[in-house]
Each structure stands twice: as structure tokens, then as C-alpha cells.
């Protein structure tokens, strides 16, 4: 299992993020920061743990960051996070039983709390976090979503749908769209509880995050209900698969 973490300037908060992913209860087999053209020491922060890949990314956006850092994974499962999600010590393990439960799974998602209100181990704020999720789900008609905080697709997937998702583009919602991707070639996407992760709910509700989160929700939307979007139907390559 390979995990992915795209960031920009984040040196403040990402040893916090990279000593919960060294102490997973099953590790996982590598982690790879991209550093998408930081100004601070976000590169050093990460070379700082051990076994943390550092791939650079010079072109600003997390498309791109995303790309390169989905693209240099080796294992079959890729998982992305962000440089704020606090993974819990059984999150490694959950991903990879959901995945060798259910080999027709292409998608993985799961719970999430908010970090400023857990302590001890203990993930507060998940009643809320559910309640944003189904609100959000319901508007876009489509779900599970994939957050970019906390999102798990098979190499497989990846290769399948990276020609049809959007690259370079701010105006369009990239955890949304790599969602409507999957969901758009008839792929599974499952949820799984064991999943759980804190993430920082003040980066959420920052001043004018919300509105830009409604205007790349409607466009990525209108994509997938207007556009010609090419994306490869699910296929007997899933047959074969197989989750580190």
C-alpha cells in the first residue's frame, strides 16, 4: 500500500500527520510526499521520518501534485491524504481487509472526526463529519465520495481513469471528480468504518472556502452531466487484482 501526500508549504502541521502514519498497527509499505514547489521546509519536515519518499512537483495546483505522486507509487493500492488528516492506528489494516474482502472494490473511503476536538485516541466530531458527508451526497446525487483527505483507489482504477480526470484546472472539485470517474465507468467504491481519520476542520470553514467548494462542486457536476467524458468501463483487469 503506497500513500500519497501532496503539500505546499505545510511544514507546520505535517510531522504531525507523518508520525501517525509511522505508527500504524500494520505499516504501510511507503509513503510519498510530493512537494508541490513549497517556500518553506516542507521538504525537510519530510525527509526528517523515516522511510518518507520526497517527490518533487513544481507546477502549483494538487492536480498536479496528485498526478505525480499517484504516478511514482509502486504498490497496488494507492491511498491519498492531506497534510492535515491524522490517520488512527488501525487505518492501514482496514484498508487492506476492506480490499481483500471485496476484490471488486476499485474505491475506498471512510469516517472522519476533526482533530482540534480529539484527544486520547479518540476521534471527536465524526456525528458532525457524517452529517456534512450525507448533506453533500445528497446534493451531488452520488456517493460514497472519496475526500481528498482520506481516499483509497486501486492501481488498476488509477490507470483507468487518469486520461478522464481533470489536470490543471482549480474550477473543478479533483476529489469529486476522481469520484465521478469511478462511479462514471461503473466501477465500486465502498466505505469502510475502520477508515477513521481526524482532519482540521478550521482549514474547512476558512473564509471563502465553502463558496469555491460549491462553485467546483456544480462545475465537476456539470462535467460528468454535460461533457463527452471518456472513461474506460470496469473490465476482467479487476479480476486479477490484488491489495498490499
Excluded at 130 to 149: C, D, F, K, N
Excluded at 184 to 210: F, H, N, P
Aim: a positive charge; hydrophobic letters at 40%.
Amino acid at each position: 500500500m503506497s500513500v500519497v501526500i501532496p503539500a505546499r508549504n505545510e511544514a507546520s502541521i505535517l510531522g504531525y500527520c507523518l508520525t501517525a502514519l509511522s505508527g500504524q498497527s500494520d505499516p504501510v509499505d511507503e509513503i510519498i510526499l510530493v512537494d508541490n514547489d513549497s517556500s518553506d521546509s516542507t521538504a525537510a519536515v519530510a525527509r526528517s521520518h523515516l522511510g518518507v519518499v520526497v517527490v518533487r512537483e513544481p507546477r502549483h495546483g494538487v492536480t498536479y501534485a496528485r498526478n505525480t505522486g499517484f504516478d511514482a507509487a509502486t504498490a497496488d493500492v494507492i491511498v491519498r491524504i492531506d497534510a492535515d488528516t491524522i490517520v488512527t492506528a488501525d487505518w492501514a489494516r482496514s484498508i487492506r481487509r476492506a480490499f481483500a474482502a471485496d476484490r471488486s472494490l476499485a474505491g475506498l473511503t471512510g469516517p472522519a472526526g476533526f482533530t482540534r476536538l480529539s484527544s486520547g485516541g479518540r476521534v471527536n466530531g465524526r456525528a458532525a463529519y457524517a452529517l456534512i458527508r450525507t448533506i453533500h451526497e445528497q446534493m451531488i446525487g452520488s456517493g460514497p465520495v472519496m475526500y481528498g483527505h482520506n481516499m483509497a483507489l486501486t492501481r488498476a482504477a488509477w490507470i483507468q481513469l487518469r486520461d478522464a480526470v481533470t489536470c490543471g484546472d482549480d474550477a473543478i472539485s479533483e476529489d469529486l471528480d476522481v469520484t465521478l470517474a469511478l462511479v462514471r465507468s461503473g466501477q465500486k467504491i465502498g466505505y469502510e468504518r475502520g477508515m477513521l481519520v481526524s482532519i482540521g476542520v478550521e482549514r474547512t470553514l476558512r473564509d471563502g472556502k465553502l463558496a469555491r467548494y460549491r462553485r467546483t462542486n456544480r462545475l465537476t457536476m456539470a462535467k460528468y452531466r454535460n461533457g463527452h467524458v471518456e472513461v474506460a468501463s470496469a473490465s476482467n483487469e479487476q479480476a486479477g487484482r490484488r491489495s498490499q
